[in-house]
């Protein structure tokens, strides 16, 4: 009787949170001002009014590059992540680990189009959107999304469906930190909630602003500004998520896996990765899929695009080699493990860099995170004492960390950056680039997300372990989460 009153306590309090959530971002901020989507199809001119410049047409280029873009970042998650993911598991969980991977992508991506993206990029608070695209309505193949350019535009559901697969992939990274013991339905049920609560704040506070056109003068930038997000107000640089994608996904992780504990004989008992090459093809793809990540973040078929493109491929190639030779000297031999683990850790440190640094920059992040992330998987994993199965915290929390600390020093055009682009003057900020102030606000960007994931995180799990528990049994988890959750065997003999 106590568990169940525990259960319908618990329901409610979940219940509570979600509707408060609802009253918060239905609330205007600002009472006189009307609300608007931050991409919105180009309204007809009334028929008195005087001749205007003609409505921004998307560039079929622009059109194409972000279209194959978001078909690699969805490659990426299916089957990139799945393979990398299921090759570290022991052999008994890898179809657990690819039906995470496939049902996650797929929860996510449905109320993406429900609610996140209206959330997430429309306007509202500081903090949250608002309901303007709720359902996606209002969006038409007529649509369109601001771009980082004046007078450049993209279709707004290529836009929608690019910042989609960012938030699916985000959240399929979680499932590595408690892999092999946490329940399937558990699992969903706390990426609901983060989804909701997590992932869209930190999008909206970091990546939403209503775009470049209206910027005339001081005075309409400052105005566009005040609607953007909290941490874009500030000047947080964030170019493809370091601190959306992979800071944010790596405190969830870091969260679950002390709330849901440690594996069966941890410590005890060899878990090794059951297959090297799946998580090498897993890695390669990751790679491969990431041009669309990073490159794709520019929204256009530009220069911009072409930066973060060789940033992406210089930085990894510096990680499997600040990794491998960093394991070699310290064990003797570089591994396979190792590699694929520094070119993610590289692929993860340049994410929030890639548009703003130049390619020695890339390079010099791209070594630093694959020793970082080497000492963060060994060191200060037995520091903190976490089963992190897969690493995840590991490499996403200390690649991101670094990744967005270094974006401040590396963004200097003295060390061969992009510095702060001007939109008044439509030219790179003539004010010399302070970058002790920049890497304080890339510290906020971190310290915001760390705590705001986090708590989300924890009151998530605490909740569910509650209502439906985290865990599946102990003769469960001996015996493999493909058998004892999905019925079915990855290798049969």
């Known amino acids: 009787m106590l568990t169940w009153m525990k259960r319908l306590v618990a329901g409610g309090a979940m219940a509570l949170a979600i509707g408060a959530t609802g009253v918060m971002v239905t609330s ?43 078909a690699l970042v969805l490659l990426m998650t299916l089957p990139g ?57 209002g969006m038409t193949p007529d649509s369109v999304a601001a771009t980082f350019s004046k007078g450049v535009v993209i279709p707004e559901y290529v836009f929608m469906a690019f910042q989609a697969v960012f938030a699916t992939i985000t959240c399929c990274l979680i499932i590595g930190s408690f892999a092999e013991r946490a329940k399937f339905s558990a699992i969903l049920v706390f990426m609901i909630i983060w989804f909701t609560f997590s992932y869209l704040p930190i999008a909206h506070m970091v990546w939403f602003w209503p775009g470049p056109d209206d910027i005339k003068d001081a005075a309409s930038l400052e105005a ?14 964030d170019f493809a998520g370091g601190t959306v994608v992979h800071i944010n996904a790596a405190i969830a992780g870091l969260v679950g896996s002390f709330v849901i504990g440690k594996r069966l004989g941890y410590g005890k008992e060899a878990m090794k990765p059951h297959n090297l090459v799946y998580v090498m093809s897993g890695a390669a793809l990751l790679w491969f899929g990431w041009f669309g990540f990073n490159a794709g973040s520019a929204l256009e078929a530009n220069g911009s695009a072409a930066l973060a493109f060789v940033n992406t491929y210089l930085a990894t190639a510096a990680a499997v080699l600040g990794w491998s030779v960093a394991e070699w000297i310290l064990k003797g ?56 199965s897969l690493d995840v915290f590991g490499v996403h929390g200390v690649g991101g960390i670094s990744g967005a600390l270094l974006t401040g020093v590396f963004a200097d055009p003295a060390l061969g950056g992009t510095g702060i682009w001007d939109y008044v003057t439509n030219a790179v900020s003539a004010d010399a680039y302070d970058m002790t102030h920049q890497v304080w606000v890339q510290a906020q ?22 209502v439906i528990g985290l865990r599946v049994k102990e003769d469960e988890e001996r015996e493999g989460l493909d058998i004892s959750s999905h019925g079915e065997s990855a290798y049969e003999s």
């Open 28 to 70: 205007p901020a600002h009472a006189d001002e009307a609300k608007k989507p931050a991409v919105t199809a180009p309204a007809a001119a009334p028929a008195a009014a005087p001749a205007a410049a003609p409505a921004a047409v998307p560039n079929k280029g622009d059109t194409a590059w972000m279209l194959v873009s978001t």
């Open 81 to 137: 992540l799945a393979l990398f993911y299921g090759g570290l598991t022991r052999s008994k969980n890898i179809l657990s680990i690819c039906m995470q991977c496939f049902m996650v992508f797929s929860v996510i991506t449905v109320l993406w189009a429900l609610y996140g993206y209206s959330f997430a990029f429309t306007e509202g608070g500081a903090f949250i959107g608002g309901l303007d695209r709720l359902f996606l309505a």
């Open 224 to 237: 566009i500004t005040a609607r953007a997000g909290w941490l874009w107000q500030k000047g947080v640089l």
């Open 333 to 388: 031999k570089p591994s396979m493990l190792g590699a694929a683990s520094g070119c993610v850790a590289g692929l993860v440190a340049i994410t929030p860099a890639a548009g703003f640094v130049g390619p020695m920059g890339s390079l010099a992040i791209g070594v630093f995170a694959g020793v970082i992330c080497l000492w963060g998987v060994t060191g200060l994993k037995k520091i903190l004492g976490s089963d992190d």
């Open 445 to 466: 960007g971190v310290i915001t997300t760390l705590i705001w994931s986090g708590v989300v995180s924890f009151i998530a799990f605490k909740l569910i372990d509650i």
